[in-house]
């Protein structure tokens, strides 16, 4: 389960060429945008809206630019431009939802693998009779959240850039590990080139968390809660400050 990204199909197509993928639920996000954006604004004062405005803006920005530079780097090969060929593809609005819900009961799946969607509720964990799995985009606990990629470089903490495969449970990029793995950050590397890196790594720790899945080794490591780093949508500022500090 996933939403419409470039890593979200160069994953899928990783998948679907080894034979681990037998369905893609892809989830609109539409709705999670839509109560961001009532949240980004629901306790802003009036003189707060307009700095709110350009961190929006300039977040969508960014995402729009990282996709476009994604393409470039992971998805030159045309058979791989969009999600694989031979899959059954079922798009939701929310993975919340009824109809969701309904469409991975469906498939009785032993693993959920979900990366980029909204945070799943026990209903629809529950579904999977083996494992329900994050792909999340940082090293737990140390970066939990959104934009960890970002975060880690921003924070200069290059030894936790990197990907981890978490066991799903209902909170926030909270439940045990299961695999972790990080890339090489070198002088010079813009955070594109990063993320590209860690698109790949995200695939490879995806297919080994699936082998080990099968022959029922994967390991549960609980997640160390004094050490949590819980990281929210960078400022325009923030993004400013990196993008100069990286030239």
Not at 205 to 213: I, S, W, Y
Request: hydrophobic letters at 40%; one cysteine or more; glycine letters at 8%.
């Amino acid at each position: 389960m996933c939403r419409d990204s470039v890593a979200a199909r160069y994953i899928a197509n990783r998948l679907a060429q080894r034979g681990e993928l037998e369905a893609l639920v892809v989830e609109s996000g539409a709705e999670a945008r839509r109560r961001k954006l009532k949240r980004t604004f629901r306790d802003a004062s009036w003189w707060q809206i307009p700095s709110r405005c350009i961190d929006l803006t300039a977040v969508a920005l960014y995402g729009a630019r990282a996709e476009r530079r994604l393409v470039k780097q992971l998805l030159a090969p045309p058979e791989t431009a969009g999600f694989p060929t031979g899959i059954e593809l079922h798009r939701v609005v929310d993975g919340n939802d009824g109809e969701c819900v309904e469409t991975l009961k469906r498939y009785a799946p032993d693993v959920l693998l979900v990366f980029g969607t909204s945070i799943l509720k026990p209903h629809v964990l529950e579904i999977p009779s083996g494992y329900a799995l994050n792909i999340h985009g940082g090293i737990v606990p140390a970066y939990r959240n959104v934009h960890c990629d970002f975060w880690a470089l921003y924070r200069r903490d290059l030894e936790n850039v990197g990907v981890s495969i978490i066991h799903l449970d209902p909170g926030i990029d909270s439940g045990d590990v299961a695999l972790q793995g990080r890339v090489e950050v070198t002088a010079g590397d813009s955070i594109f080139k990063v993320k590209a890196r860690l698109t790949q790594l995200a695939a490879d720790l995806a297919l080994e968390a699936l082998r080990q899945a099968r022959e029922g080794t994967l390991p549960r490591q609980p997640q160390d809660s004094g050490d949590s780093g819980f990281y929210r949508t960078p400022t325009a500022r923030q993004l400013v400050e990196l993008f100069l500090r990286s030239r």
